[in-house]
């Protein structure tokens, strides 16, 4: 892998969270990884034991797209990545800000978001519909 300078005057971010990277430089390979459960009600009320990684939202196979042999890439950067100045508001749920080359990239994140909606708007407040929503 041909190898550069990335000069960088100023890198701000406010928030950098769940697998993500800020990468200044060159790398080989990048490998990032989010699993997330999310539950959200219209009343608050939190259980301690709820929620499994066992689904098949995080346990099933990917489908990745083919690599194609054939496409080859050959270039020559003679000159430095220069950056002035970046502003990132947030960086979340295994993304990358990276300035440089990079060989191998692979980035996943599953997330399974239960929404639980009261069933009808009356005094009974324990009565709950759950919609099972994968996004």
């Known amino acids: 892998m041909f190898k550069r300078y990335s000069i960088v005057n100023k ?12 990468q200044i430089g ?9 699993f997330a459960y999310a539950v959200q009600r219209e009343k608050e009320f939190f259980l301690t034991s709820e929620g499994s990684f066992d689904s098949s939202v995080f346990q099933g196979p990917l489908t990745k797209p083919p690599v194609d042999p054939t496409v080859r ?19 979340a749920f295994s993304s990358i ?16 978001h239960i929404r639980q909606l009261e069933a009808e708007k009356h005094e009974d407040l324990g009565n709950f519909e759950t919609i099972d929503q994968t996004d």
Do not use: W
Not at 26 to 34: C, F, G, R, Y
Not at 73 to 86: A, E, F, G, H, Y
């Open 73 to 91: 890439v050959s270039r020559l950067n003679l000159c430095p990545i220069k950056v002035d100045q970046v502003f990132i508001k947030a960086t």
């Open 26 to 34: 060159d790398s080989q390979n990048i490998n990032a990884v989010s």
């Open 97 to 112: 800000i990276h300035i440089g080359n990079t060989s191998n990239v692979a980035m996943e994140s599953r997330v399974k």
């Open 11 to 22: 890198l701000d971010g406010i928030t950098l969270s769940f697998s993500s990277l800020y």
